[in-house]
């Protein structure tokens, strides 16, 4: 939600920036702009659209600025115009900002400062931090006191990156609630909401905790804590490629992270299943009277992360003698529902950092219980805020669309799921060992699975009319039919509801038609007949069904016009192969219909705002 950059050196400023907003614009993207430090005014520049927009802008200036900030934008407050676009500036225009996160206070202090005489422009909350800025540095003129009081009246969640025109060799941060992480190198200094902004430059990065206070300048970076008292935090030399934040050949990022899924499913599982047993244990500083101790499992996640949460569901209670819960984060969190020290709470994120989930995350720790992250950024809020934490390791994802972490998630979720059978002495060690086995060859299975690429988009031209979709599916299939039918909707823009497919004949059967197709997700598996049964329905109400099935299927071919193979797995790894298909689905028929695949309309890949 808004991706922030900042930087100061010896570079060309607004080069850095702009190509670390296109690094950061799977944040948000509906308009952009920038702050240049000119050596006297603070130089604004704002676009409506895309980040290319503003560089195109950008080509009329000068070069020769070495200071600057810049942001990429999701609209929360006040619509999609150049006037709402970040920076904002304060009416002296010494002082500019960019933000990510909500200001929840901020219509009392824009009353607050309106009667001092302040004049807004905008309809940002993020107007109000900068106007506090330049009334509270007017009273103090002290930089960080100002910080350390702007700290103290914002409520709400933020990372802010801030210029001064009276220091042309500094950029200051803060953070409280937002990501942000700070970057340097010899001379020159860097702020970013994540990483790849700046990852060309330098892995030499230092996390800001909560409320922490930061200038960056080319000689070093100092930090104060809220209460402006200097504080260290450790350098860490984070070993990403910057090949894993480019397209590397493919046409899109959503393409790239499909065709990762072998490897990044590899080092999800690597070190964690061993000799046919599961090892997570230690990683998550787990033992057995701890274990024992759980009476009940709650799950909360959102989007993709639920959907996977779903399929763990299963399996859980089939290996565990725990109560499961699942859940959906908005929802969780303003539930009554009891948690308390004999309740693990696990949180599944992709970017550790959706607000919904992070809230929810903090309530069940205030109920007591023992709350696990699975997240893909070790960096993320979500990540420090737990007592256990278990990496996805699937690398970092950039197409809006969670395609390599949805599958990585599975793979955590369901070793999460098999250490807690073992430890509680629920699932015997031969099954145990049977599954390990299975989960193992998965990846190479993915792999042979990604040989159907051009199958699927034959299949999926059929499809570029339809209005609607139907996704069916039972057990373990359905989470996928749900993953599938969210995929369709957001790359494609048609709509698609996902159906457990028993539900088909209390009501939704009433929609089926020549022009309603529906996707059957029926791997060989204990269900398998009853879906058959539901596709047979289907078929003689005319819709045209097409089938993702296990191979060497003979009877789902005789129902579904189109017919996609699986390899073979045990019925509790089929999503690992089923989704697969789906994904490509929903890739080419959002491809075929020119839909901008990795930053589909209206989304943002990390949602920090409620
Ligand atoms: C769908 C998608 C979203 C996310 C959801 C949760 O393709 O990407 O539905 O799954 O916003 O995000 P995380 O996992 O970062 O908490």
Redesign the pocket.
Known sequence: MCGIVGYVGGREAREVLIDGLKRLEYRGYDSAGLALGSGEDLLIFKEVGKVVELERMLQEVPAGSHQGIGHTRWATHGGVSQVNAHPHKDGSGRFAVVHNGIIENYSELKDELEREGVIFLSQTDTEAIVHLVATSFSRTGDILETLVYLQKRLRGTFALALMWQDRPNSIYAIRRGSPLVLGSSEGEAFCASDIPAFLPYTRRVQYLEEGDIAEASPSGIKIWDEKGRPVERPVVTVDWDVTLTGKSGFSHYMLKEIYEQGAALRRSLKGRVVDGKTTVSRELGWNVEMVSKWKKIHIV???????SALAAERLLEKWTDLEIKVDI?SEYRYRHIPCDTSTLAVF???????AD?LAALRKAKAGGAHCLAI??VSSSTMAREVHSLLLLEAGPEIG????K??TS?LAALFMVALQLGSMRGSLAPHEEERLVDELVRIPHKVELLLEKESEVREIARKYTGSKNMLFIGRGMSFPVAQ?GA??LK?ISYIHAEALAAGEMKHGPIALLEPEMPVLAVIPRDSLYEKTLSNMQEIKARNASLIAVCTEGDSLVPEQAGSVIEIPWTAEEFTPFLTVIPLQFLSFHIGSILGREIDQPRN?A???TVE
Do not use: M
């Not at 996640?301 to 959907?307: E, L, N």
């Open positions: 996640a959102c989007g993709s992360s639920y959907y984060a599944v994120s992709q970017s550790g950092e959706t989930t997240t893909n809006v669309a969670a395609t972490s949805f998630q993953e969210l995929k957001e989304l890949k990390s949602v």
